[in-house]
C-alpha cells in the first residue's frame, strides 16, 4: 500500500508503526531502568518539587499553612469591605485545600515508603475534617449565598453564577440548614466515613496469603510463594489450567470478616450522613445535581441496558460455553472464571494472532512517540521528557514529561509511573496534584497531574511491549491527562 493513497490518520498510523529513529520521548521510556539509592533530605528538592516534602514530615507543615491561608480566605469571605468577588475568594479557597489534599491522597496510595503514605493519610484525614468544618460554617454560607443570589462587588458572568451554585450545593450538602450540633454530627459522620473507606480500600488491594500445605502441589505451584505461603494477588484470568484459574479466584474473593465489618460501619455512617442531610438513601444525596438524576433514573438505565444487552450477553455465553466444552475439553458449564481467559483464546481465533503478536510494534517508547505525533496533529502539542530533580519523585521508574503547546509554550507537567514493581497498587488510573484555575494577577496555574499503569518493565534486553489492551488503556488514561491540560478554565 502507497503512503499516497492513505488518508490522513492512516498515514499518521504507518508513521507511528513504521517509524524506526524515535526522538527522546522513545529512548526515555525505552531504556532499562536504573535503581537511584535514596536520596538524603538535606539534598532532596522535595516531592513534586515543593521543598517541604524532602521528608515525610513536610506534610504537618503543610496542613498548618493551609489552615492558616484559609483563616484569611475566610476572613475576607466575610468581609462587607471585600474587594474580589465571592465566587474568586472561594475558588482559591478550594485550590488552597485541594492541592494539599489531593497531593496527599496520591502520596498516600502510591509511595512506596511508608513513612510518606502513613504522613498523607493523616494530611488526608486533618485537610478532609477542616473542609467538612467549612461547609457547616453559617456565617460563610450566607455571605457566598447573598453575593450569588442578591449582588456582589461586581457583576457575575454566567460561569461565574454557575460555580457560585455548585459551592452552594456542597454546604446544602452538608445539611448547613441544620442546628448546631446536627451539624456537628455530620462533620464526625464524613470523618468516620473517610477512614473507613480508605481503610476498606487499602485492604481491598492486599494478596491474599494461604499456607502452602492446605493446597495441593500442582496447584500451589502455579502461584508464587513467599516463605511458607502461596501469595494470590490476582486472578490469575490468563492462566489455562482451569482449576488455578478456579482456586485463584475463590481465594482472592474469599470472605474476609474484618472486611465485612469495616463495610458494615460504612455502609450504616453513610445512611445516617444522609439521613441527616434530609435523604432517603446515601445514593440520593450523592446523585442529586449529577448527571445520573437519581438511584431510580440509574435503575430504570441499567434496566433498559440489560434488555438489550440479554440477547447478545446470551449468544456469547453460548459461544464461550462451545469452546470451552470443545477446544478446551472441559464440561462446558461456564464459572466466573472462565469468561476472561475464552475471550482471550476467541479474540486470537478471531484476528488469526495473539496479542503478544502484536507487542513488537507497540513498545512504550513507540507509543509515546505516537501520542506526540497525535497531539501535534490535532493540537499543536509536543510532550517533551523533563529531568527530575534530586527527590521530585517518589521512585526511581517515574518519567516527567512538559506539555507544550507552540504558541502558548508550558500547559503542564504529566508524571508518568508507567511500570509494575513490587507493592504498587494494581490500578491504572489519573491523579490531579494542581489543577489548573486563573490566578488573580492574570498569571494561569499550570495543572500536574499524575499517570499511573502497570506495564511490563523494560530490562536491557528489550523495551517494555504493550499488548493491544495496554495501549488502549494508555491512551485512554493520557485522555485524562490531556483533557487537564487542555481545558484551561477559569475556575
Known amino acids: 500500500m502507497k503512503l499516497a493513497k492513505l488518508g490522513h490518520w492512516e498515514r499518521l498510523l504507518q508513521a507511528v508503526i513504521c517509524r524506526r529513529n524515535f526522538g527522546n520521548l522513545a529512548s526515555t ?58 465566587v474568586e475568594v472561594f475558588d482559591e479557597l478550594s485550590d488552597t485545600l485541594c492541592q494539599v489534599a489531593d497531593l496527599a491522597e496520591f502520596v498516600r496510595i502510591a509511595h512506596p515508603d511508608r513513612k510518606f503514605s502513613e504522613a498523607a493519610e493523616n494530611a488526608c484525614i486533618n485537610i478532609n475534617a477542616l473542609v467538612e468544618r467549612l ?26 453564577e454557575h460555580v457560585s451554585k455548585l459551592f452552594l450545593f456542597d454546604f446544602e450538602q452538608s445539611g448547613i440548614h441544620l442546628p448546631e450540633n446536627l451539624r456537628e454530627s455530620i462533620v464526625g459522620l464524613n470523618d468516620r466515613i473517610l477512614r473507613l473507606g480508605q481503610r476498606f480500600a487499602m485492604n481491598s488491594h492486599e494478596p491474599r496469603r494461604v499456607p502452602k500445605h492446605l493446597l495441593p502441589p500442582y496447584l500451589a505451584n502455579n502461584f508464587p510463594s513467599h516463605g511458607n505461603n502461596v501469595v494470590i494477588s490476582s486472578f490469575h484470568a490468563d492462566s489455562s489450567n482451569e482449576q488455578a484459574r478456579e482456586a485463584a479466584y475463590k ?34 444525596r450523592t446523585l442529586k445535581n449529577s448527571i445520573a438524576g ?29 469452546l470451552k466444552k470443545k477446544d478446551v475439553g472441559a464440561r462446558d458449564e461456564l464459572y466466573c472464571w472462565d469468561p476472561p481467559y475464552l475471550t482471550a483464546i476467541l479474540k486470537k481465533q478471531i484476528q488469526g494472532l495473539k496479542s503478544s503478536d502484536f507487542a513488537p510494534y507497540f513498545s512504550i517508547g513507540n507509543c509515546m512517540e505516537g501520542l506526540n505525533l497525535i497531539f501535534q496533529a490535532l493540537f499543536d502539542i509536543t510532550l517533551e521528557p523533563c529531568v527530575l530533580e534530586e527527590g521530585e519523585s517518589w521512585h526511581s521508574d517515574v518519567h516527567k514529561i512538559a506539555v ?73 488514561e493520557m485522555g485524562h491527562a490531556m483533557h487537564s491540560m487542555l481545558a484551561r478554565t477559569t475556575y
Not at 524532602?54 to 466575610?78: P, Q
Not at 474473593?253 to 435523604?279: F, M, T, V, W
Not at 433514573?297 to 460455553?321: G, H, N, P, S, T
Not at 491504572?428 to 490566578?439: E, P, S
Open 251 to 284: 481465594l482472592y474473593l474469599y470472605p474476609d470478616k474484618s472486611q465485612e465489618e469495616i463495610l458494615d460501619e460504612l455502609l450504616l455512617a453513610r445512611y445516617e450522613l444522609a439521613n441527616l442531610c434530609g435523604y432517603p438513601t446515601f445514593a440520593d
Open 135 to 160: 461547609n457547616t460554617n453559617v456565617e460563610l454560607y450566607t455571605s457566598l449565598r447573598r453575593a450569588t443570589e442578591e449582588s456582589d462587588v461586581a457583576p457575575l458572568t454566567s460561569v461565574d
Open 29 to 86: 521510556f525505552n531504556k532499562q531502568l536504573s535503581r537511584i539509592p535514596a536520596v538524603s533530605p538535606k539534598l532532596s528538592k522535595g516531592l513534586f518539587g515543593i521543598p517541604e516534602l524532602a521528608s515525610s514530615e513536610g506534610f504537618i507543615a503543610l496542613e498548618e499553612r493551609v489552615k492558616c491561608d484559609t483563616d484569611d480566605l475566610v476572613a475576607e469571605s466575610v468581609d462587607n469591605g471585600r474587594q474580589r468577588k465571592m
Open 404 to 476: 507544550v503547546h507552540a504558541q502558548e509554550g508550558l500547559l503542564g507537567y504529566i508524571y508518568c509511573d508507567f511500570f509494575e514493581r513490587h507493592g504498587k497498587p494494581h490500578q491504572d488510573c489519573h491523579f490531579t496534584i494542581v489543577g489548573g484555575r486563573m490566578l488573580s494577577n492574570g498569571n494561569y496555574q499550570n495543572p500536574v497531574v499524575v499517570l499511573m499503569l502497570n506495564l511490563p518493565a523494560p530490562s536491557w534486553r528489550k523495551p517494555s511491549l504493550l499488548t493491544p489492551s495496554m495501549v488502549e488503556n494508555l491512551f485512554h
Open 294 to 322: 437519581s438511584p431510580g433514573l440509574v435503575k430504570d438505565f441499567l434496566d433498559v441496558l440489560k434488555i438489550e444487552l440479554e440477547r447478545r450477553a446470551l449468544e456469547e455465553y453460548d459461544v464461550m460455553r462451545h
